[in-house]
């Protein structure tokens, strides 16, 4: 008994520094990226940051577009360190470095607390990963997006399981991605939902105020924005990023006649190709022509773009689906490599062929096909091989899947894909992954190979014995 205890004890001290190695690796990688962050702001981080300082100067949020929780969570470090996103990127690192340790612990509850290495390994793929690091060093939402929903589908695990006390810092969480990122509460709204409803009722208590917190914490804003502002919720975002996806299928309508007489006459004065205008570049030209800060108005022209693209929709329903289709693999195929410079702004696939740029053929295959074939194989192996075992894991990490790809389904339906919108939802889908891969390492087939293979090369047949 004295032996297992010592085993048991050696185990948790090696688990521990383990981790700590690993957070301690995590944060310097961030804070490398942090040391070289360029000073400019453009694009969406300087938007978040003219918001930030309308929030300090004038006590206001001048726009129908954004979420509020990023601005303001800027505005508070600009208000406690100075005008500086310095100060917000350092604080960005170490969120984010908590978001490594949530994701580790989100793994011992769904891979077995005996199976730390498992977890330490799904951490690892988030902290050593240089694309989720880099956002540390830009002002902009997907560092505190990470570890909300990290943090939030760690509690929601554990107030499956029966923890009561998770359920409220859970319900604070959800409230917080409320604010940021309200999509990506769809994450573990399918796991919340039949812990409520499952037979025979475990911990209903704690499921309840899980859902009801955050609709009291972000329910004040809501009705702020329906009753004064003119919009609800992410209905503005979703309205504008449709416009900007299906205007191309047919700029000509009985929807809205002198808007699309006004979208026609920019497109043509700024020289927009249809991909620039996929990228969002017409409403932020088109809200420049309201008066600064009417909220109303911008809100009433976002409508009008909604209305816009559902006629458009409609009109061409199959060019849709097919669009649709291209923003779910662009979504799901790997990273955008934007830390990289040189892969960032390299030529197209077919000119690397052409041109015989081998390494950049080799990333683009591994980043854009390998690797959103492989985490879909290992998903739906560790998410079958969990339910057909009946592991109290199954019921949690299916759930957490389901979730994650109908928030992900979300974006490229409403939206628009790309690898950045994806990048909350990495921490549940390595570790399905490395269950995944635990699973397909340990089938009969694959230990088959594996023994023939080191047979093969240590020079050994199979069957024979050597004399001594």
């Known amino acids: 008994m004295k032996e297992v205890q010592r085993t048991v004890r050696s185990d948790r001290s090696a688990a521990g520094t383990w981790l700590i190695a690993l957070l301690a690796a995590s944060f310097a990688l961030r804070l490398a990226f942090v040391a070289t962050a360029p000073s400019a702001l453009a694009g969406d981080a300087g938007h978040y940051d003219l918001l930030a300082r309308a929030i300090l100067d004038r006590g206001e949020f001048p726009s129908a577009y954004r979420s509020p929780g990023y601005p303001a969570f800027v505005a508070a470090v600009y208000a406690a360190a100075g005008r500086s996103p310095s100060a917000v990127y350092l604080l960005q690192a170490v969120i984010s470095t908590a978001g490594v340790y949530f994701v580790y612990r989100l793994g011992l509850e769904l891979l077995g607390r005996g199976r730390w290495r498992a977890a330490l390994v799904a951490a690892a793929c988030i902290g050593a990963n240089p694309e989720i690091a880099a956002y540390c060093a830009m002002l902009l939402r997907e560092s505190l997006t990470i570890s909300l929903t990290a943090l939030a589908a760690w509690l929601a695990v554990r107030t499956w399981f029966g923890a009561s006390r998770a359920a409220w810092p859970l319900g604070v969480a959800l409230a917080a991605l409320v604010y940021v990122r309200a999509e990506a509460c769809l994450l573990v709204l399918p796991l919340l939902a039949v812990h409520v409803l499952r037979r025979p009722r475990v911990n209903l208590r704690a499921g309840l105020i899980a859902i009801a917190l955050p609709l009291i914490l972000a329910g004040p804003w809501m009705a702020c924005c329906a009753a004064f502002r003119g919009y609800g919720g992410m209905q503005t975002a979703f309205d504008s990023c449709l416009f900007s996806r299906v205007w191309y299928l047919s700029p000509q309508g009985r929807v809205a006649p002198e808007l699309r007489a006004r979208i026609v006459e920019v497109v043509a004065a700024s020289k927009l190709s249809d991909q620039e205008v996929r990228r969002y570049m017409i409403p932020p030209r088109l809200v420049e022509q ?46 955008w490599l934007f830390w990289w410079p040189d892969y960032w702004n390299a030529p197209p696939f077919a000119r690397n062929i052409r041109d015989g740029q081998w390494v950049y053929v080799a990333v683009k295959v591994g980043n854009r096909m390998v690797w959103p074939a492989v985490m879909i194989a290992l998903t739906a192996i560790a998410t079958a091989g ?65 023994r023939r293979l080191r047979e093969l090369l240590s020079h050994r047949p199979a069957g024979v014995v050597q004399e001594t």
């Open 290 to 335: 309201l008066p600064y800060g009417d909220v109303r108005a911008e809100a009433a022209l976002y409508r009008q773009l909604g209305a816009i693209a559902r006629e458009n929709v409609a009109g061409q329903p199959a060019a849709y689906a097919a669009d649709c289709v291209n923003h779910l693999r662009a979504t799901l195929g790997g990273y």
């Open 386 to 450: 969990l339910w057909v075992r009946r592991d109290r894991a199954a019921g949690p990490l299916a759930l957490l899947v389901l979730g994650a790809l109908a928030a992900i389904a979300l974006v490229c339906l409403c939206v628009c894909g790309d690898p950045r919108l994806r990048l909350a939802y990495d921490p549940v889908l390595y570790i399905a992954a490395v269950a995944g891969w635990r699973m397909a390492a340990a089938a009969r087939p694959v230990q088959t190979g594996w």
